[in-house]
Structure formats: structure tokens, C-alpha cells
């Protein structure tokens, strides 16, 4: 049974003889985070936009809830959130009036809506406040609120963290990890900004130029791209050459020591020598981040 509830085929998009998108094609299954990653500039936005019908493919083919998003974009857009970059707010107007007026917009007629995702979004007591008085955090989730009152199936998500500082960014991700478990909503995030997304991703896309340069979670990213593991031990060890075990080692000073092994199933006979030895306090792969996979497959730092 296909679960997917984005299909896209061989999509491309040329702008003014300019070629924006070539031969992309992923799907993603309906209750999933899904994180579209790549450098500015890679198409990321396109990708929404295209899924949403705001703009039409040059070619290829795309199936959002089962529906055509040029012949049938009203009908997915009646099932779909979206936040951006901007807050799309009103300053002066309440948290209150702000979801009040795009509840009549979306045809939701149900105040305790209102008052749930207001109370989700921690904002229940500013509700009565202007917007424009609010933080950029406060702002991201009220737009977050504004996205959900239709109860959509999908949200679209670009660099909704810009602009956050880190707390604000926490915030964000955990408000996001809520609303996909509770309400079960398929999440499309996009982002160049790597560690926001690690803890709340089941998949990633990975945006390069135009093409999808890779996809898969991040389990599958590892077997495919980890071909040296670096794994690293806070011990008391003491060990006076380049190797332990047959393993090349790096001494790291108070952190410990780093081993390069071949796979993660030296690990645990690695670590029962040790403890033979002396003792550990903490260990840790050092290069399975979301950011190292990043830059294995993109190839490049985003400056």
C-alpha cells in the first residue's frame, strides 16, 4: 500500500532560460518530518512552490494528497499550512484578532480552535496583546498557529527558524515535533541550517544546484557514507603510540582519545578492553552529525 502523500517525478523548472530544478524526484509518507537541505540558492523554495500551485513545472510530474497542484491547487491548499521566511502577521492587531481574521479566511468558524492552538503555542496569556509587540519567536508561533486552524494534512516550511536565537529555535523545533505526533501532520521543512533539524527529522532531501543530490534517513545516510568511524572515548587509558588494538588513535587532551574504526561494530569489543584496563566516563561517534553527512554529500560548506 503507497503511504506517500508527496509524489514528485522528473520535476524540472527553467525561469527565463535560467534552469532552476532538473530531474528532481522524491516522495514522502503521509505523518512524517521531512527536511529539505541545502545551501541558499539550491531551489528549496521552488520546490514549495511548486508543490503548492503557485507555480507550474517546465516538466515532470507532481501528486500532492493524490491531486494535481496546478489543476487542483485550491483543493491541496485547503489541506495545507504554510509559514515562511516573514511572519505574514498583522502588528497591530492581537494575537487574537490575527487568528480570529485568518479563521474566517480558512472558514473555520470554531473559536476553541483558536484558544487550543493558543494555548499549544504557549501564547494563551499574550493573546490580547499586539503582535507587534511580540518577540521574533512569538511572532514564529503565532504564524505556527495561524498555519494549523484548519486542521491542514500538510505544512509547508521555509527557514521558519530564521532570524530565532537559539532558544527561540528550540522552541520552534519542539512546538513542530508536538503539533506532527499529535495532530498528525506531514511536515515539509526547509532549511540550510542543519542542527536545527537532527532531533525531529525521519527523512532528509538533499538539495544541491537544482538536484537531488540525496535522500534517505539518516540510519540509511550513515551505512552509505560513514566508511571510517570516529569514535570518541573519555578514559584513563594511557597509551604511548599511534595504535591500540591495531586501531589508529588520535589523543584529544581532557576529551580523550579518538579511534578510527571501520565500522560501528568494533565498538563494543573496543570498549570491553578498555574497561579491562581502567575506566570510561562517556564515548561518542564524532562524525555521524547531520552536519558531516551534509557536507560528504553537498560537497561543499555553505558560506
Not at 100 to 119: M, P, T
Not at 144 to 161: I, N, R, V, Y
Request: net charge negative.
Amino acid at each position: 500500500m503507497n503511504n506517500s502523500i508527496i509524489e514528485v517525478t522528473e520535476v524540472a523548472k527553467t525561469i527565463n532560460g535560467q534552469s532552476i530544478l532538473t530531474d528532481v524526484s522524491f516522495s514522502i509518507e503521509k505523518g512524517s518530518i521531512t527536511g529539505l537541505l541545502g545551501p541558499n540558492g539550491a531551489g528549496k523554495t521552488t520546490i514549495i512552490r511548486l508543490l503548492n500551485g503557485v507555480i507550474d513545472a517546465t516538466c515532470g510530474t507532481i501528486s500532492v494528497l493524490g491531486k494535481n497542484p496546478i489543476t487542483e491547487g485550491d483543493e491541496i491548499r485547503k489541506n495545507s499550512g504554510i509559514v515562511t521566511e516573514s511572519a505574514s502577521l498583522y502588528n497591530d492587531m492581537t494575537a487574537w484578532e490575527n487568528l480570529k481574521f485568518f479563521a474566517k479566511i480558512y472558514g473555520v468558524n470554531d473559536e476553541r480552535r483558536l484558544s487550543y492552538l493558543l494555548d499549544q503555542f504557549d501564547l494563551l496569556e499574550v493573546k490580547d496583546k499586539p503582535v507587534g509587540t511580540f518577540s521574533t519567536g512569538m511572532k514564529k508561533r503565532v504564524s505556527l498557529a495561524k498555519a494549523l486552524l484548519h486542521h491542514p494534512k500538510l505544512l509547508f516550511l521555509d527557514e521558519p527558524t530564521n532570524g530565532l536565537d537559539p532558544d527561540g529555535i528550540n522552541s520552534v523545533i519542539f512546538y513542530l515535533d508536538r503539533v506532527n505526533k499529535e495532530e498528525n501532520v506531514t511536515i515539509l521543512i526547509c532549511s540550510h541550517v542543519l542542527h536545527q533539524l537532527k532531533h525531529i527529522c525521519d527523512s532528509y532531501l538533499f538539495l544541491k544546484n537544482g538536484r537531488i543530490m540525496e535522500k534517505g534517513t539518516k540510519h540509511e545516510l550513515e551505512d552509505k557514507y560513514l566508511k571510517e568511524i570516529r569514535f570518541l572515548v573519555e578514559t584513563g587509558l594511557k597509551v604511548k603510540d599511534s595504535f591500540y588494538m591495531g586501531y589508529p588513535i588520535e589523543q584529544k587532551g581532557k576529551e580523550g582519545i579518538e579511534f578510527a574504526l571501520s565500522s560501528k561494530d568494533e565498538i563494543t569489543p573496543l570498549l570491553r578492553e578498555i574497561l579491562k584496563e581502567t575506566w570510561i566516563h562517556s564515548s561518542k561517534i564524532t562524525n555521524r552529525s547531520l552536519e558531516s553527512l551534509y557536507f560528504k554529500i553537498i560537497g561543499e560548506r555553505d558560506e
